[in-house]
C-alpha cells in the first residue's frame, strides 16, 4: 500500500449473482445476489452461524458458488488478484512478529530491497511500532489481530476482508482495530467486515448486509438498516433480541 492516490481498485465490484454453497446436504449460503462497491466498510452482519465467514470467503473466492457466480470488477472468469483475508482466528507462524511480515512480502513477491521500508511502515501503520521483534505468539489478542492485519496489508490489496476482527477484544483495542480500518479506506483500500458488534456497524458502515441462516434479510444504507429496517429479523437483532 502506499500513502499516493490509487487509481480505482479493479477487483470491484464484487457482485454476487444468485449464489449458493452447499456442503453435503447443509444450505449455507442461499442465492445471494449484491453487489460490494468501491468506498467506505461494507459489514457483513448477522447471529452465529448465518453464514457471515462463508460470504466472506465466497467474495474472496476460497469459496466456490455450487450455483451462481461471484465476479470481481465486472469481468468473467477473471480471479481476484488484489484481495487479502483476516481470518476469525488468525495463526501466526511461531517467528518474530517482523518475520510474520517478511514472509508474506516474500510471497507476495515484493522485491527483498524494499522489505525493510514495508516493515517500518506496516507496523507504524498498525500501531506495533517497536515490537517487531517480539516473538508472534507472545502478543497479545489485540496486538496479534493488528499482526494479523499487517501481514494482510503487505499483500497491497485493493480490498480487505476482515471477520470479526474485533471479537473477544476489549474497547481500547477494538478502537485501535477501528482506527486502521479508517486510515486504510483513506488511503483507498475496501474494507468488508464481520461483526456482532452493532455499535461498530454504526461507527464504521457505509452499508450493511444483514444475513440470517444463509440468506440476505437486507441490505442497504447503514443510517437506513438501523433507523427503519423493513424485516422482523432486522428489527430484532437491532433491538438485542435473540434472533435464533
Ligand atoms: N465446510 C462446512 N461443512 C458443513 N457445514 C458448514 C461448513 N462451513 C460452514 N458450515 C455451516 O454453515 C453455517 C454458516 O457458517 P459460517 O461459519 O459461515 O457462519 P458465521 O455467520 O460466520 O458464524 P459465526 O458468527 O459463528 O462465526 C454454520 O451452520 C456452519 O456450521
Ligand atoms: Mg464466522
Do not use: C, Y
Not at 457471515?52 to 476460497?62: I, P, S, W, Y
Not at 507476495?108 to 517500518?120: L, Q
Not at 505468539?137 to 496486538?143: I, P
Amino acid at each position: 500500500m502506499t500513502e499516493n492516490m490509487r487509481p480505482p481498485p479493479s477487483d470491484l465490484p464484487i457482485a454476487f449473482e444468485n449464489v449458493t454453497v452447499t456442503e453435503g446436504s447443509v444450505t449455507i449460503l442461499d442465492r445471494l445476489s449484491l453487489t460490494i462497491s468501491p468506498g467506505e466498510p461494507t459489514f457483513v452482519i448477522g447471529p452465529n452461524g448465518s453464514g457471515k465467514t462463508t460470504f466472506l470467503r465466497a467474495a474472496m473466492g476460497l469459496v466456490a458458488p455450487t450455483e451462481g457466480r461471484v465476479t470481481w470488477g465486472g469481468r468473467d472468469g477473471v480471479s481476484p488478484h488484489k484481495l487479502a483475508f483476516v481470518f476469525q482466528r488468525p495463526v501466526m507462524l511461531r517467528r518474530s512478529a517482523e518475520s510474520n511480515v517478511r514472509f508474506t512480502l516474500s510471497a507476495a513477491g515484493v522485491p527483498r530491497i524494499e522489505h525493510d521500508g514495508r516493515v517500518a511502515e506496516l507496523f507504524k501503520l498498525v500501531g506495533l511500532d517497536g515490537l517487531q521483534k517480539r516473538s508472534a505468539r507472545r502478543l497479545s489478542g489485540g496486538e496479534q489481530q493488528r499482526l494479523a492485519i499487517a501481514r494482510a496489508l503487505a499483500r497491497d490489496p485493493s480490498v480487505i476482508f476482515l471477520d470479526e476482527p474485533t471479537a473477544s477484544l476489549d474497547p481500547a483495542a477494538t478502537k485501535a482495530i477501528e482506527d486502521i480500518v479508517r486510515t486504510i479506506t483513506a488511503r483507498g483500500v475496501k474494507a468488508v467486515l464481520s461483526t456482532h458488534d452493532l455499535g461498530q456497524a454504526r461507527r464504521l458502515a457505509n452499508d450493511i448486509i444483514f444475513l440470517h441462516r444463509g440468506r440476505i434479510i437486507e441490505t442497504g444504507a447503514t443510517s437506513e438498516f438501523f433507523e427503519s429496517p423493513r424485516s422482523p429479523e432486522a428489527r430484532s437483532f437491532i433491538e438485542g433480541d435473540l434472533l435464533v
